[in-house]
């Protein structure tokens, strides 16, 4: 398996543009997760999913953040509009339901300009 | 889930053991220790978990104390390439979710 895919790998972008995140999870693997990493909070679990649905978006920092799950393959991270704020790298990662281990992605590194 | 509390730094010598310490003395029954190192601008990997047994793998090995209170992650023969930030993390695991939260983690520097 070719581990845990995100796009793009570099992303940037003007204050006020709309930005979109992609991951691609571990082929079987039932839960997904965004997590953002900033050297002031370290890295910081956004929201995941089980089967496609999402659990608990507690650390969505606010309504200007989004995340989709529209089939077990794909997932989305939406940002409109952009903050300088967000700049930051984003890890996807995923995992099975019986194991115990999550597997990261390489991450999206964002700068909002 | 509990918190963790790790050394900020280390240094090693390549070749030598590395033994990273953890506290973690408000562990419940139903939680892991597990640990995850991330080596500069990539994604972190998993090393190793256990619930309150030895365990080790051809990463590393984990000792856990007879409380449960702390931990320490073994790296037998370091090299270079395991310069890292090394995180502890106790959450529940297994078949059940737990989340991860992580921590400042130890800065594991290998010279040589």
Known sequence: DAGVIQSPRHEVTEMGQEVTLRCKPISGHDYLFW??????????????????????????????????????????????????????????????????????????????? | DAKTTQPPSMDCAEGRAANLPCNHSTISGNEYVYWYRQIHSQGPQYIIHGLKNNETNEMASLIITEDRKSSTLILPHATLRDTAVYYCIVSAGGTSYGKLTFGQGTILTVHP
């Open chain 1, 35 to 113: 997590y953002r990493q900033t050297m002031m909070r370290g890295l910081e679990l956004l929201i995941y999913f089980n089967n496609n649905v999402p659990i608990d978006d507690s650390g969505m920092p606010e309504d200007r953040f989004s995340a989709k799950m529209p089939n077990a393959s794909f997932s989305t991270l939406k940002i409109q509009p952009s903050e300088p704020r967000d700049s930051a790298v984003y890890f996807c990662a995923s995992r099975l339901t019986a194991g115990s281990e999550q597997y990261f992605g390489p991450g999206t590194r964002l700068t909002v300009t």
